[in-house]
């Protein structure tokens, strides 16, 4: 493994114990294997299909993960051109790249071509930069364009100090964990 890359893998599922890629520096916040599998643990830990949005990617181990343990396609937005190298490379490494949608673009902008696609999406992964905490406003903008799937569930990773609200639009927050200086917040859909 080159020097300064943090060592992770697939914690469950199909492609469990796989290495992963991360990039290196702080360029990207990679989740630790540790709060990856909290996190799914808090929410299922499997699935029998559906779609996946990964909104800030990084080295795209959230959305592999949410594949290698049952979901069917998954979105990775990553505007980050060296960040977007690294995902293709975890993404080859599953060998079910068809699996794999790959944008390469603001969150903002992918929301705008993914409501033109009318992809409806069963888990929500929202792990932005710690400076760019836009969760509330994205958040409302997948679900005026119609993106949610009955049911959604949504997983925020923020920074322990960022409190977000109890409700966005018809997403209710049901738990929220602290791990180290990482906080994981999930909201459950409620259908009007």
């Known amino acids: 493994m080159k020097k300064g ?54 080295s795209g181990s959230l959305a592999i993960e949410a594949v290698s343990r049952g979901m069917e396609q998954a979105f990775l937005v990553e505007k980050n051109f060296r960040a977007m190298s690294v995902i293709k490379e975890n993404v080859a490494m599953t ?24 992809v409806l999406f069963d888990l929500i992964l929202l792990d ?5 905490q836009e969760i509330a406003k994205q958040l409302k903008a997948l679900v005026r364009e119609e993106l949610v799937a009955p049911d959604a569930i949504v997983i925020c990773e923020t920074d322990k100090t960022v409190e977000l609200p109890e409700t966005i639009d ?3 927050q049901r738990k929220r964990q602290v791990y180290g ?10 259908a009007e």
């Open 128 to 132: 932005p930069p710690y400076a760019e």
């Open 170 to 172: 018809q997403f209710v």
């Open 5 to 58: 890359y943090l060592a992770m893998r697939v914690v469950a599922g199909e492609f469990g114990g796989r290495k992963l890629k991360t990039l290196p520096g702080k360029t990207t916040r990679p989740t630790t294997d540790k709060v990856k599998g909290a996190m799914f643990n808090m929410i299922g830990p499997y699935f029998s299909g559906g779609n996946v949005l990964d909104l800030f990617a990084g």
């Open 181 to 190: 200086l990482s906080a994981v917040t999930i909201y459950d859909w409620e």
């Open 95 to 118: 060998k079910q790249e068809d699996s794999f949608h790959l944008m390469q673009m603001s969150a903002n902008m992918a929301i705008q071509q993914l409501s033109e696609q009318k």
